[in-house]
């Protein structure tokens, strides 16, 4: 199981958020860090764990409760048995979770409108550059797979940038 999440924050739409909405994704658990981007460590954390656990729900983020660490510059997260790191550069920050030794992941850059089929193409064509020739296809509840082998991948996009995780034995 992995998941994958990325928030673009030069995103014009990308907005700072305060107390007041951090409230309305925190579950009564939570355990977070003093952070200027702590709603959308939480928020990427929260999306990715709803991935990595691939239930056929909508997403809830005040159903997930997640404990945010920070140590010596790197920040984890976990949920329940779920483990996983945040990334933050001065353009993406993304959150990436499951056996994190067995999970690799590609950042993509926008490079059309339509990311759905944009991101999909992006995923295919580094595949191939890395000598796999694959397809994406779905499982039975609609989530993505590399097929023909039915191996489970997490695909999240925002703003100018894409994100594949996919396991290391993949290439």
Known sequence: MLGIDIVDLKDPSFKERNSRSLELIQNENDVTIDHPHIFWILWSAKEAVFK?????LNFAPTKIPIEVSENDGAIRFSSDEINGEIIVNDEYMMAICGDLDS???????KSNDDWSEGIRFMIINYFREMGIDYHIGSDELNLPTIEPDHIEISISHHGRYGAVAFPKSLI
């Open 103 to 109: 999970i690799d992941y590609h950042v993509f850059e």
């Open 52 to 56: 990595c656990r691939r239930e056929p």
